[in-house]
């Protein structure tokens, strides 16, 4: 497997995650999304991701893109350990929490958005990352409130092994430090990262451990 990442971006970050869970080696392929105006938008990575966005997952000769897309892939082809209960409302609940920070929060403090914000609307850095935060806010507030509500609570956001919810959460942290935000408002979450971090699969698949780290 060859897996098309940059070091920073949290949706590589997810998958490095998934595949150091599965215990399955990969191959790094760098995409730096500065340098050179962005080495995602060449011609040769384009051919490889029509999105010009990381992470990209080769795989017995086929292209993966989305990393929950990828991550799902993964838990139906090496299904041990799950990252995903068989019981269809526990499912469903670790998916939706997933989906607060993949699909609510994470898309709208992108590189690609924060920059298009920034020059369009002729905002500083400082304006910048406060939109950032305000949606960060607003997405770990919520998601704290679900891992409290739900009844299986444990070590993780759901239950006492890592699921898919906990595989988005932790980069979404790492972004959320970067931006500036106030995480001690969010004391459930920051457990949770604890245990998240102890286990090798989440350490070694931090950004400032990566071969392109800078």
């Excluded at 919520?142 to 444990?154: S, Y």
């Amino acid at each position: 497997m060859k897996l098309y990442t940059f070091f920073r971006s949290s949706a590589s970050y997810r998958v490095r995650i998934a595949l150091n869970l599965k215990g399955l080696s990969y191959e790094q392929a760098p995409i730096h999304l500065r340098r050179g105006g962005g080495e995602q938008l060449t011609a040769a990575y384009r051919a490889i991701n029509p999105q010009a966005l990381v992470p990209a997952l080769e795989d017995d000769g086929r292209i993966l893109t989305q990393s929950l897309a990828i991550v799902e892939y993964l838990e139906d082809k090496y299904p041990n350990p799950p990252l995903l209960p068989k019981d269809p409302a526990d499912k469903a609940i670790i998916r939706g929490m997933a989906l607060v920070i993949a699909c609510e929060v994470h898309p709208i403090q992108n590189l690609r958005v924060l920059n298009y914000v920034k020059a369009t609307f002729n905002q500083t850095d400082e304006q910048v990352n406060q939109w950032a935060q305000h949606w960060i806010d607003l997405g770990l507030a919520a998601l704290q409130e679900m891992i409290v509500a739900q009844p299986k609570r444990g070590k993780f956001c759901f239950g006492d092994a890592p699921t898919l919810a906990d595989i988005c959460l932790i980069p979404q942290l790492g972004n959320a430090r970067r931006y500036g935000c106030d995480l001690s408002k969010y004391p459930t979450i920051l457990e949770i990262e604890k245990h998240c971090n102890a286990l090798p699969a989440f350490a070694n698949a931090a950004p400032e451990k990566q071969p392109d780290a800078e």
